[in-house]
C-alpha cells in the first residue's frame, strides 16, 4: 500500500516535469488563473472537489487526505502544472487550494 502511494507520487512528479518541459512560460507569470496552467489547475481543483463529494455520497463521510479518495474517486493525487502545492483545507466538506491560484 504504501509501496503503491510512492509509485503513484513519483509517477505524478514525473507528469508535473515533462508538463513543465512542454508548456512554455512556466513560473513567472502563472499567477494569473486565465493562464493554460491556471485554467489546468482550475479543472484539477474541481475535479478534487468532485471527488470530495463522491466520496462522501458513498461512505456518509469527509475524507481527511486527497490519498484517501486515490484508486476510488480519484486516478492520482491531481499536480498543479505551474508548480503550485495543493493544500488540502479541512472542513464540511473539505476543499483544496493551490499556493499559485488559490481556491477553485
Ligand atoms: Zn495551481
Redesign the pocket.
Known amino acids: 500500500m504504501r509501496k503503491t502511494m510512492l509509485v503513484l507520487m513519483g509517477l505524478a512528479l514525473v507528469a508535473a516535469l515533462a508538463l513543465a518541459l512542454v508548456l512554455p512560460g512556466c513560473g513567472s507569470s502563472?499567477s494569473s488563473r486565465t493562464s493554460p496552467?491556471?485554467r489546468t489547475?482550475?479543472a484539477?481543483?474541481r475535479t478534487v472537489d468532485s471527488a470530495i463529494e463522491s466520496y462522501n455520497a458513498l461512505k456518509d463521510a469527509y475524507p481527511k487526505n486527497m490519498q484517501q479518495m486515490v484508486g476510488e474517486m480519484l486516478k492520482k493525487v491531481p499536480v498543479?502544472?505551474?508548480?503550485?502545492k495543493?493544500i488540502w483545507v479541512d472542513g464540511q466538506p473539505p476543499t483544496i487550494k493551490?499556493?499559485?491560484?488559490g481556491t477553485p
Open positions: 502563472a496552467q491556471g489547475c482550475l484539477n481543483m498543479c502544472p505551474a508548480g503550485g495543493y493551490c499556493t499559485i491560484h
